[in-house]
C-alpha cells in the first residue's frame, strides 16, 4: 500500500492535534488537582481556627470557673474566721465571767483559750494552704492545655508545610 504525502500530512496532523489534545487533559487534570488541594488546604485552615476558638472559650471558661472558685473559697475562708472570731470573742467574755467568780480557775482557762487560738490558727492556715494548692492545680491544668493546643497546632501546621512541598514537589 502507497501512502501519499498528503495523506502522510494529513495523519501528521491528526497526530498533532492528538497529542496537543492530550497535554490540554493533562494541563486541566494538574489544575484540578492543585485546585483540590487548595480547597483540602483550604479546610483544615478554617478547621484549625474553629479548634483555636473552641480552645480559646474553653480556657475563658475554665478561668472564669477558677476564679469564681477561688473567690468561693476565700469568702468561705473569711466566714470561717468570723465564726472563728465571734466564738473566740464569746470564749473570752466567759474567761471574764468565770475570773470574777473563781480565780484558781484561771491558769486552766487561759490554757483552754490557747488551745482553741492555736487551733484556730492551724485552721486557717491548713484552709490558706488548700486554697494555695487548689490554685496552683488549676494553674497547671492551663497550663497543660495550652501546651496541649499549641503542639496540636504546631502538629496541624506541620502537616500543612509537608503537604504543601509535597505538592511543589509534584510540579517539578
Do not use: C, P, W
Request: avoid cysteine.
Amino acid at each position: 500500500m502507497m501512502v501519499t504525502k498528503s495523506g502522510l500530512e494529513i495523519k501528521s496532523q491528526q497526530l498533532l492535534a492528538q497529542i496537543s489534545a492530550v497535554q490540554k487533559d493533562m494541563i486541566i487534570l494538574e489544575k484540578s488537582e492543585f485546585t483540590m488541594i487548595r480547597n483540602e488546604t483550604e479546610k483544615q485552615g478554617i478547621h484549625i481556627k474553629q479548634l483555636e476558638g473552641k480552645l480559646t472559650d474553653t480556657i475563658k471558661r475554665l478561668e472564669g470557673q477558677v476564679k469564681l472558685d477561688i473567690n468561693l473559697e476565700r469568702s468561705r475562708a473569711t466566714e470561717a474566721h468570723a465564726l472563728n472570731e465571734k466564738n473566740l470573742q464569746s470564749l473570752h467574755n466567759k474567761i471574764e465571767v468565770l475570773m470574777a467568780l473563781n480565780e484558781k480557775n484561771q491558769q486552766s482557762l487561759n490554757n483552754k483559750i490557747e488551745v482553741q487560738e492555736a487551733q484556730t490558727e492551724k485552721n486557717l492556715k491548713s484552709l490558706d494552704n488548700k486554697i494555695d494548692v487548689e490554685i496552683s492545680n488549676m494553674k497547671t491544668r492551663q497550663e497543660k492545655s495550652r501546651n496541649t493546643a499549641i503542639y496540636s497546632f504546631i502538629g496541624f501546621l506541620t502537616t500543612g508545610a509537608s503537604l504543601y512541598f509535597a505538592y511543589l514537589r509534584l510540579l517539578k
